[in-house]
């Protein structure tokens, strides 16, 4: 069972239009991140949320996460082309007394110019 | 900067080779883990390690194993490819643990392996 759900799963946008990227759960993440993973690499680190409610912009990214913790989105503003690739949400949730750290099953964004 | 370096980009096995996936990374990172990346899944742990000598199975531990006799370096082992094994190999490394005071797991740039 997949614990963070990411949708869409496939975006195609052409350069200049907006576009939200979603995660979501049933459960409660004492933090999530969002990662970036460009074509023949590995996933580069965004940024980090630990509060309800909580937004953070990093240039025309703007990520928010949920006030019950359980979810999370990413708005992009005036996509450009070198905003193409996979993007995954990462969260720290507590199961059966143990911290666990579990990826999302992504979103691939292209941008076309 | 944080390197991740994994040994081979691209593999080809036959099923029944065994595979050795190697992964080094120069920062004296604790922790190390390996993925595997498929698409529409995302990111599934294999293993993990804390420290020399320690592993932990992560939530698809079958069918592989791991080594790790130095710090830098973790293994990733796969006694008897099978073609269910095709798939892209992530290692990554990390100081502390990941989403905790906003720390981060390193990636290395993946194996696509294919199991004939």
């Known amino acids: 069972t997949q614990l963070l759900e990411q949708s869409p799963q496939f975006l195609s946008i052409q350069e200049g239009e907006n576009l939200t990227v979603y995660c979501n759960s049933s459960?409660?993440?004492?933090?999530l991140q969002w990662y970036r993973q460009e074509p023949g690499e590995g996933p580069v680190l965004l940024v980090t949320v630990v509060t309800g409610g909580e937004v953070k912009k990093l240039k025309r990214l703007t990520f928010q996460f949920g006030d019950a913790r359980k979810d999370s989105s990413l708005h992009i503003t005036a996509a450009q082309p070198g905003d193409t690739g996979l993007y995954l949400c990462?969260?720290?949730?507590?199961?059966?007394?143990?911290?666990?750290?579990?990826f999302g099953t992504g979103t691939r964004l292209k941008v076309l110019a | 900067d944080v390197k991740v370096t994994q040994s081979s980009r691209y593999l080809v096995k036959r099923t029944g080779e065994k595979v050795f996936l190697e992964c080094v990374q120069d920062m004296d990172h604790e922790n190390m883990f390996w993925y595997r990346q498929d698409p529409g899944l995302g990111l599934r742990l294999i293993y993990f390690s804390y420290d020399v000598k320690m592993k932990e199975k992560g939530d698809i531990p079958e069918g592989y194993s791991v080594s790790r006799e130095k710090k830098e370096r973790f293994s990733l082992i796969l006694e008897s490819a099978s073609t269910n094994q095709t798939s892209m190999y992530l290692c990554?490394?990390?100081?502390?643990?990941?989403?905790?005071?906003?720390?981060?797991?390193?990636f290395g740039p993946g194996t696509r392996l294919l199991v004939l």
């Open positions: 990462a969260g720290r949730f507590l199961r059966a007394g143990t911290y666990k750290y579990i």
């Open positions: 990554a490394s990390s100081l502390g643990l990941a989403g905790v005071r906003g720390e981060t797991q390193y």
């Open positions: 459960s409660v993440f004492s933090s």
